[in-house]
């Protein structure tokens, strides 16, 4: 298995995998699942702020994927990002999101990112943090029924990661260009 750049022509496989999660888990509060080229756009969008869009692949298929995207698009949060991980169902368990994800962590650290936040779907979404915790990410609160999904009300689970001393120093790098209101 590698983990590389995902490409334009990953839409499809993006879609996929994402879409799959739409229509059976808690970990995406979308109901609809995304075309091909919403996922084009939407991996465009976090290419075009320089941030790691990212797929493990085994035998030329995209088994799962991970980024890096703004956590808030106001300006004062340029040195803090949200990752996101999904993986292709045949593929969870394997290994994959910890790969991608870990590898989405250290393009963050290069690029001078202080702060990562998990927003995860579901508190009872051990897989997700469980992976999250194995990676160094620490609890930092839950949202309690933010979201209403296949009949039930769902909570959100924040995780947070510190990368290159966190808070300790001022930062060193220009961040994420962001320009919100």
């Keep these: 298995m590698i983990v590389r750049p995902s490409l334009e022509t990953d839409a499809p496989a993006l879609a996929a995998i994402y879409g799959h999660h739409v229509l059976h888990g808690l970990g995406s509060f979308e109901e609809t699942p995304p075309s091909a080229d919403d996922m084009a756009g939407r991996r465009a969008a976090v290419v075009a702020l320089?941030?790691?869009?990212?797929?493990?692949?085994?035998?030329?298929?995209?088994?799962?994927?991970?980024?890096a995207g703004p956590?808030?698009?106001?300006?004062?949060?340029?040195?803090?990002?949200?990752?996101?991980?999904?993986?292709?169902?045949q593929a969870i368990g394997k290994g994959v999101g910890r790969l991608v994800l870990s590898e989405v962590l250290k393009a963050c650290e290069t690029l001078g990112v202080r702060q990562v936040m998990a927003v995860i779907g579901n508190s009872a979404n051990e897989a997700s943090i469980g992976l999250h915790r194995s990676l160094g990410f620490e609890p930092a609160g839950v949202?309690?029924?933010?979201?209403?999904?296949?009949?039930?009300?769902?909570?959100?689970?924040?995780?947070?990661?510190?990368?290159?001393g966190g808070a300790s120093t001022p930062p060193d790098a220009p961040g994420i260009p962001l320009a919100g209101h």
């Design 50 to 67: 320089g941030l790691p869009y990212l797929v493990a692949e085994a035998d030329g298929k995209v088994l799962g994927f991970a980024y």
């Design 71 to 89: 956590f808030r698009p106001r300006a004062a949060y340029r040195y803090t990002v949200e990752d996101s991980v999904y993986v292709a169902p």
């Design 143 to 164: 949202g309690r029924a933010l979201g209403f999904k296949h009949g039930d009300w769902v909570d959100i689970v924040w995780m947070q990661k510190a990368l290159n």
